[in-house]
C-alpha cells in the first residue's frame, strides 16, 4: 500500500457535465501530480501542484483545473466533460517537486464513464 | 513519434521462464528511469528505478539503462504467475520545475502455471 487514497473509485458521468476527483496523499508529501490511463495506454501527465500552487502542466486543456489543500488533500476538476475522457484518473504523491530523484506513489486510480 | 516507446505486447511465458521487457526513448533529457507494476484495475506500485548507465538488480528483477542507445530493459528471473500484471517504463527529466513522468504503453505480461 503506498498510503494515498482515491474518490470515488469508480463514476458515471454523462458529456457536458462537470466533476471532481479527490485525492489524499502521504503525510509529509507536499506535491501532487495526476495523470490521465486511457484503455490500453500508459498514464498521461495533466499537471503537477507544489505547496498550493501549479508547478507545470501538460498538454490538457484549461477544462481540466486541480487545487492541492494544506492537509495533503488535491482535487481535479473537469468541466465540459467529452466521451474522450472517459479513463482512469491518477495521483501520485511525492515528498518533494525540486528533486527529480523524488519517488511518485500512485493511487488506486478513479474510474470515470462518460456518456 | 512518441518520446517513449514500448510493445504492448501480450506476453505469454511458462513459469520459471526469464522475462525481458524493453523500452526506447527518444528525449536525451530523461534522467531517471523507473518500472511500474500495474495489476488489473489498480494504481500502478513502483518496481525499480535508476538514474545512470548500467545494471541495477533487486532479487528477481534486473533493471537496465544504455542511455547512449536510448534504451531500457527489465528482467525478470524464474518468472511466476504473480507476476502477470501490466509493466510500464517510466521516464523523467525536469521543464518548467515540474518533475513530470512520461510513460511508455505498457507491456501486458501473463505467467502461465
Known amino acids: 500500500e503506498t498510503g494515498v487514497t482515491q474518490s470515488p473509485t469508480h463514476l458515471i458521468k454523462t458529456r457536458g457535465q462537470q466533476v471532481t476527483l479527490r485525492c489524499s496523499s502521504q503525510s509529509g508529501h507536499n506535491t501532487v501530480s495526476w495523470y490521465q490511463q486511457a484503455l490500453g495506454q500508459g498514464p498521461q501527465f495533466i499537471f503537477q501542484?507544489?505547496?498550493?500552487?501549479?508547478?507545470g502542466r501538460g498538454n490538457f486543456p484549461p477544462r481540466f483545473s486541480g487545487l492541492q489543500f494544506p492537509n495533503y488533500s488535491s482535487e481535479l476538476n473537469v468541466n465540459a466533460l467529452e466521451l474522450d475522457d472517459s479513463a482512469l484518473y491518477l495521483c501520485?504523491?511525492?515528498?518533494?517537486?525540486?528533486?527529480?530523484?523524488?519517488?511518485?506513489?500512485f493511487g488506486p486510480g478513479t474510474r470515470l464513464l462518460v456518456l | 513519434q512518441k518520446e517513449v516507446e514500448q510493445d504492448p505486447g501480450p506476453l505469454s511465458v511458462p513459469e520459471g521462464a526469464i522475462v525481458s521487457l524493453n523500452c526506447t526513448y527518444s528525449?536525451?533529457?530523461?534522467?531517471?528511469f523507473m518500472w511500474y507494476r500495474q495489476y488489473s484495475r489498480k494504481g500502478p506500485e513502483l518496481l525499480m528505478y535508476t538514474y545512470s548507465s548500467g545494471n541495477k538488480e533487486d532479487g528477481r528483477f534486473t533493471a537496465q539503462v544504455d542511455k547512449s542507445s536510448k534504451y531500457i530493459s527489465l528482467f525478470i528471473r524464474d518468472s511466476q504467475p504473480s507476476d502477470s500484471a501490466t509493466y510500464l517504463c517510466a521516464m523523467m527529466g525536469s521543464g518548467a520545475g515540474s518533475y513530470q513522468l512520461t510513460f511508455g504503453k505498457g507491456t501486458k505480461l501473463s505467467v502461465i502455471p
Open positions: 528525449n536525451s533529457a530523461f534522467q531517471y
Open positions: 501520485a504523491s511525492s515528498l518533494d517537486a525540486t528533486s527529480y530523484q523524488e519517488t511518485q506513489y
Open positions: 501542484y507544489y505547496r498550493e500552487e501549479e508547478n
